[in-house]
């Protein structure tokens, strides 16, 4: 058909391939995503340093905008920001809010007029953030925290940031994706980034309720048990399971998901010996893991929550780069001295 | 104008005695700025009596340019592998053109501590000041035109020569 | 516009997919009335239309529209939309009967009031089958029925408890009223936005799986059978229905269907990038769905095509996708796009035109979408090779169309409607 709705790339990347918006993983080229974990890198080490804080985004205005509420990554977000030199505004808009007639699209023009510089969005719905990077004044960066089922990008490069730092590169490497694969937005990044920086399997393991219908499309190997799902893999990262899914009849019981696919000790062992394990988080102990795999000594849990803070700076001062050079096109590679 | 390896070698060799005649037996932590300055910081060091504390910066989060020129495409690390507090550091790069570098690697260093004193060392100073900085070291002096500028190529051999720059209208 | 003029419309393709006819003559009009088809056809006095190179075909038949009413929620009124109609080459529309709704006599009135003062279309109201649509209390459709309904049914509502239904669909034979079903399961919808695909997967957008509609129109055509009531079945969307459209139908059951015209051109992948446009209910599924129903328009499994007409404000779409209102302003496009389907070899011609004249006629049970003389005449001179932007023509208050920026064939000169001219293009 003569219709052509463009694909999420050409909506996040300036003309000549830098990063603008970071709304998906899907579609960004591996050197794109090497640069922001080499980036990411840069920004861990000043968060070592005694001043933790660095001039780049000074003078630039951050909105975190999140119509779902979530202390933990906001967090991430707004110290991130302030370790940018960057001003932060909070501003937690419940559904309640929206539905007494303001318009998501009124209450970014209500935002605009406070000139941010960038909106860092959380929205129940897959695809806010894309059509909220499709309406916003030109120059004004976004950044998806999280849209509904859709993707969570960020989550994902810290996830990446932290494979690349315990395994050294992903060549080879072979990650078992396990639990609410249909409900998690991380998993669905995760899956992109892994493919895209070449990971050599992405499985996930689950039931069938908790699959999406055509997983095997996204480019993964499915399993659905996991002493199968797990044998060799390098990488075990666990989803949280939500505990509504018990009411809405995807599972039966939280003990019978927990026999048959929370990570414990003897699960773990069909996975390598120097495997990993990791968890974006809140984890459910006793549901989809072990309290003896989180605290255990192959968990890398708590470092991912370190990584996360540099992999959003990246990202902020990427896509603020991007969207300066878009603004000034006379820029080239030349820096100046 | 192009400087072999050779010519490169020589002003280098100055450098290190300069350095010498500046801080007699104890020697300070070089700083290279990434990633000509670093290249020179290891060069020189290789040519001291004893080797001294080396480490490296990358400016990018601290340049003044960003709203125009944005990120650099890669950035790396910097490493300073000593205490920057009360430490003696001289500032290496490879080329002093504005000095808007140098005083972005002094606000980085002051992140990481407050040193005893800076100095700076330069290959080449070419003459493009802005800002009121000036090498204590340096391996030649050029006042070259605006529209020209020396490009170090390395790490190793280190060469460099005289290349054209656009100007641009702003600038 | 002048009233019950005599018309002669002469040299024009004229093709009548009810007759088979298509030859170039000219056809003459008197008192609303087509009397002759013929060549050199004279008629003094009459108004002569020179139709030379451009095709003359029966006035399309739209079975699904969803009209605006006020309180509908829907952009425009009826007139604005009715004369979209109009200059789409349609002269006779059914209406859903999710405006008002269509359970009251009163809003049956209403409807035709609006209408025939408008003077654009037929515009052929659909009952409720159930008060409110609500799925529980049957309406009063006999006395619907009088008041001018052509048909009860649910507009997507659903019956859910199958007691309800078949006492509906009892009473409906009662008065042998044609139900119209719009197939979908809606527990196994529920929340539902995109075909439960890949598409979907990726783009994490809640499903709705095939099953949700070949599950109630397998459970439906059981109740059809069991009821005897005539029945047509709306929008059908996926591949997995026409095995049972086709059983049913070779059991000898009075039974038709109809697909929206968006199902035959666009897929699943039309909601890359999270294209509000093309959030419509049900979803657009798969490509090897689209295949499937292209062939069965042309087989005649699906009987007939139609525009699901859904106007909406410009609002309704500027939000993320799962919030936005579903539906594609379709009458605008139905002619256009089913010529850009002839065009791209997708339907044979005849075929093609009778699914949107002759086929839903029959399937809604009028006298329409012929051209046969003696009737009253309903009809489209049209340029059919003459493509055009869509977006400088438009006339349905709803803009909310994937091709209102596109360029597609087809470009209506002349619409007659049971005798008067309804849209004449200057």
């Not at chain 1, 399971?241 to 927990?258: C, G, I, N, V, W």
């Not at chain 3, 659903?158 to 979908?184: C, H, I, N, S």
Request: hydrophobic share 45%; charged share 20%; with cysteine.
């Amino acid at each position: 058909m003569t219709l052509a709705p463009p694909p999420s790339s050409r909506v996040q990347l300036t003309d000549d391939g830098k990063l603008r918006h970071f709304l998906s993983v899907e579609h960004l080229s591996r050197s794109l995503l090497e640069d922001m974990l080499d980036t990411a890198a840069s920004f861990v080490d000043v968060g070592g340093r005694a001043i933790k804080k660095v001039p780049l985004l000074r003078g630039k205005t951050v909105v975190n905008l999140f119509f779902e509420s979530s202390t933990r990554t906001r967090s991430t977000f707004e110290l991130a920001a302030k370790r940018l030199s960057a001003d932060v505004l909070n501003l937690d808009i419940s559904k309640s809010a929206t539905s007494k007639g303001e318009t998501l699209l009124d209450t970014l023009r209500n935002l605009e007029a406070m000139a941010a510089d960038m909106f860092v969005v959380r929205h129940q719905d897959s695809g806010a953030p894309f059509f909220i990077a499709n309406e916003v004044t030109p120059g004004v960066a976004v950044i998806n925290a999280g849209d509904g089922r859709h993707a969570h990008p960020t989550q994902a490069m810290l996830d990446m940031y932290t494979i690349r730092h315990y395994k050294g590169g992903f060549d080879g490497l072979r990650v078992a994706i396990v639990g609410d694969v249909l409900h998690s937005r991380v998993a669905r990044s995760q899956i992109h980034a892994l493919n895209i920086l070449g990971a050599e399997e992405v499985r996930l393991i689950g039931p069938r309720t908790l699959l999406p219908v055509a997983a095997e499309s996204l480019g993964v190997t499915v399993f659905n048990d996991m002493a199968q799902g797990l044998r060799d893999v390098d990488v075990v990262i666990m989803l949280r399971l939500q505990k509504e899914r018990m009411d809405s009849a995807f599972l039966p019981s939280e003990a019978e998901f927990f026999r048959l696919y929370g990570l414990n000790n003897e699960k773990l062992r069909h996975a390598k010996p120097d495997a990993i394990v990791m968890h974006p988080g809140p984890i459910n102990r006793g549901v989809e893991i072990a309290s003896e795999v989180a605290d255990g000594p192959r968990s890398v849990i708590l470092n991912q929550v370190t990584f996360g803070i540099a992999v959003r700076m990246a990202v902020m001062s990427m896509a603020i780069s991007g969207q300066e050079s878009s603004q000034n096109p006379e820029q080239g590679e030349d820096h100046g001295r | 104008m192009r400087w072999n390896e050779a010519e490169i070698d020589a002003r280098l060799a100055a450098m290190a005695e300069q350095l010498a005649d500046e801080y007699g037996e104890a020697p300070p932590a070089l700083v290279g700025i990434q990633s000509g300055g670093a290249w020179v910081a290891e060069a020189l060091n290789a040519r001291l009596a004893s080797p001294a504390p080396l480490g490296s910066l990358d400016v990018s989060f601290y340049r003044d340019d960003f709203d125009t020129r944005g990120l650099k495409r890669t950035v790396k690390p910097s490493d300073l592998p000593f205490e920057v507090d009360g430490a003696h550091l001289l500032l290496v790069d490879d080329v002093l053109m504005t000095g808007r570098t140098i005083r972005a690697a002094m606000n980085e260093l002051f992140d990481y501590g407050r040193p005893a004193s800076i100095r700076l060392a330069v290959l080449f100073d070419i003459g493009h000041r802005e800002l009121p900085i000036r090498p204590d070291i340096c391996g030649e002096t050029l006042a070259l035109p605006p529209h020209q500028r020396v490009e170090l190529r390395g790490p190793a051999p280190l060469v460099a020569e005289v290349i054209e720059i656009p100007v641009k209208a702003d600038e | 516009m002048a009233a019950k003029a005599h018309l002669l419309i002469r040299k024009g393709r004229v093709i009548d997919p009810a007759s088979g006819r298509d030859e170039v003559a000219d056809l003459l009009v008197e008192d609303g009335r087509l009397v002759r088809i013929g060549a050199s056809l004279d008629a003094p006095g009459a108004e002569i239309v020179e139709a030379e190179g451009l095709w003359v075909i029966p006035g399309l038949v739209d079975a699904c529209v969803h009209l605006s009413l006020p309180d509908s929620g829907r952009a425009g009124d009826v007139t604005s939309e009715t004369r979209a109609a109009a200059a789409g080459g349609i002269t006779h529309l059914a209406a859903q009967p999710d405006c008002g709704p269509v359970d009251s006599t009163a809003v049956v009135r209403l409807i035709r009031e609006q209408a025939g003062q408008a003077g654009f279309a037929r515009v052929l109201p659909v009952a409720a089958l159930t008060q409110h649509l609500d799925g529980v209390q049957l309406a009063e459709m006999a006395t619907l029925a009088r008041a001018g309904c052509i048909a009860v049914g649910q507009a997507g509502a659903p019956v859910a408890d199958a007691l309800v239904l078949k006492r509906g669909l009892e009473y409906a034979a009662t008065f042998d009223l044609p139900v119209m079903f719009r197939p979908q399961d809606a527990a196994l919808a529920a929340g539902g936005c995109a075909h439960d695909g890949p598409v979907a997967t990726r783009l994490g957008l809640p499903g709705i799986p095939a099953v949700a509609e070949s599950v109630e129109l397998a459970r439906d055509l059981l109740l059809v059978e069991a009821t005897g009531v005539r029945a047509h079945f709306q929008q059908i969307s996926s591949r997995e229905s026409l095995p049972l459209l086709r059983a049913a139908k070779a059991r000898g059951l009075p039974v038709t269907a109809d697909v929206s015209i968006h199902h035959l051109l666009l897929d699943e992948s039309a909601l890359e990038g999270f294209d509000s446009h093309c959030h419509v209910i049900p979803p657009l599924r798969g490509a090897a769905d689209r295949e499937a129903l292209l062939a069965a328009v042309a087989d005649g499994t699906i009987d007939a095509v139609c525009s699901q007409h859904q106007p909406s404000g410009s609002f309704s779409k500027t939000a993320p996708f799962p919030a936005t209102r579903p539906g594609i302003s379709g009458l605008d496009t139905l002619l256009p796009l089913v010529l850009k389907l002839v065009e791209d070899g997708a339907l044979p011609l005849h075929r093609a035109l009778e699914a949107v004249t002759a086929a839903p006629a029959r399937c809604l049970g009028i006298q329409a979408g012929h051209l046969e003389p003696g009737r009253p005449a309903s009809l489209c001179v049209l340029a059919a090779g003459e493509s055009r932007t869509l977006s400088s023509h438009w006339l349905s208050a709803g803009r909310n169309s994937p091709w209102l920026h596109s360029r597609l064939p087809g470009a209506v000169k002349l619409t007659v409607c049971q005798g008067k001219v309804s849209w004449l293009s200057d």
